[in-house]
């Protein structure tokens, strides 16, 4: 009975939705997210003949093709087919990994990370508001968040999986092993692509006022796409703005940064995917219980306090001296980057109507990626003079973080009588 017990807790915490159509999403989320080449791949652009700021222009191209691509994309999943867009999403990732696989230049390069930027812009807020559909079908809604924090769970194992088999390659067969760790990246984008078409149709049910407002002959484009009405909750929108922007851990800039400052830390190249791949099952594992977390203590206390002790790591992992106090501190500081989206992602679907979940998630995102482009251009150029200072400059926005986070209050959804 003891083992029976046992295997079922395991069951529980693994599937927490078994096998249903969420659960299936999760599963192509992951496959979908098995970078293998990412601990490395900036050591890989640098072989290609690229420095820290031509490596931080291709994320921030990406970013900038996004910006373009944000809101159309959230208007057209949420009037036409969230998963048509999410399919479309795939095969764009696809295109840009086999380009990166054939790249030799920075155009190359720059051709991929633009591709990337729109494939992301496509999923941006269309996977939440799809999963989301997906639950609602179920009569499950009011496990969002633990859906949520289960994504994020299966992004973490994912990034554990591929970087921890990334690791064993590059070891066994050193950096020329690169090109077989990309196509093996592609190999598993396809097969997401091919699992996406397991996934049901959503069935848009409009409500009698929506589809009213539909048909009204007299109505703006404006008004038919939903800008009209999400303009009624506008200042609730600037205020989630302000924080999706004002958050940001900078993430993508610490996967870029690490790899050539563990390798001046005396670190070993072929740890630096076992390393990343630790810091991201931390993070799902500590992503897997946000909801709890949040039902405890609130939003507002678990994010001020998340973004408080990233803070602090940055701080000390720029005064790292050794190889051994920079894997430390790097994993102290990956264990807590997702919270954020989740948390502020969960709150913001609590308050906006559910058929502009995709719209308003996408307006969000946009900007939030203008701030990241900018920042992470002035971060890397601070990386050329001294990557310590640049971890410095992440502290000290993620402290501002911190104080945002007390001072200013998070919109409440309003509850209905």
């Known amino acids: 009975m003891g083992e029976i ?8 915490y693994l599937l927490p939705f078994g ?25 890989y652009l640098q072989d290609k003949g ?52 054939q790249g030799t230049q920075f155009f190359h390069f720059a051709l991929a990370s633009f591709i990337g930027g729109i494939h992301c812009a496509l999923h941006s807020g269309c996977l939440e508001a799809y999963l989301h559909e997906l639950l609602d079908r179920q009569k499950k809604s009011e496990r969002y968040s633990e859906a949520l924090g289960y994504f994020g769970f299966a992004k973490s194992t994912a990034n554990f999986i591929a970087f921890l088999g990334g690791s064993l390659i590059v070891g066994i067969w050193g950096p020329e092993s690169f090109y077989i760790l990309i196509a ?7 097969l997401a692509l091919l699992g996406m078409f397991s996934l049901p149709w959503e069935s848009i049910q409009l409500e009698e006022g929506e589809e009213t407002h539909r048909r009204a002959s007299n109505f703006t484009w404006l008004d038919r796409i939903g800008f009209s009405e999400i303009s009624s909750l506008s200042g609730t929108l600037i205020v989630m703005i302000l924080l999706f922007c004002a958050t940001q851990p900078f993430a993508d800039s610490l996967l870029i940064m690490i790899q050539p400052f563990f390798e001046e830390r005396g670190g070993e190249v072929a740890l630096l ?74 709150q913001t679907l609590k308050i906006f109507p559910v058929h502009r979940h995709a719209t308003v998630l996408s307006i969000m995102n946009l ?30 926005i993620l402290l501002v973080a911190t104080l945002l986070m007390i001072v200013i209050k998070i919109p409440q959804p309003i509850s209905s009588p």
């Open 5 to 12: 017990r046992i295997l079922s807790q395991i069951h529980q």
């Open 19 to 43: 096998f249903s159509a969420p659960a299936r999403l999760a599963l192509l989320l992951l496959f979908s997210n098995l970078y293998f080449y990412l601990p490395f791949y900036v050591l």
């Open 50 to 101: 690229l420095n820290l700021v031509q490596i931080s222009e291709l994320s921030i191209l990406l970013l900038l093709s996004n910006l373009l691509f944000e809101i159309p994309g959230g208007l057209l999943a949420d009037h036409l087919s969230k998963k048509k867009i999410l399919v479309i999403g795939l095969l764009l990732q696809l295109l840009g990994e086999i380009i990166f696989l």
């Open 273 to 346: 995917g076992l390393l990343t791949a630790t810091g991201m099952a931390i993070e799902g594992l500590v992503l897997k219980q946000v909801h709890v977390l949040q039902n405890r203590f609130g939003v507002a206390r678990i994010l001020a306090g998340t973004f408080l002790f990233l803070g602090v790591g940055y701080v000390l992992l720029s005064w790292s001296v050794n190889a051994w106090m920079v894997a430390f501190f790097f994993l102290w500081i990956r264990s807590v980057v997702g919270v954020k989206q989740v948390l502020l992602t969960d």
């Open 367 to 396: 900007g939030s990626r203008l701030y990241v482009a900018s920042g992470m251009w002035g971060i890397a150029l601070v990386a050329e003079y001294s990557i310590p200072w640049a971890f410095m400059s992440l502290a000290g």
């Open 184 to 190: 093996l990246t592609i190999f598993c984008v396809g």
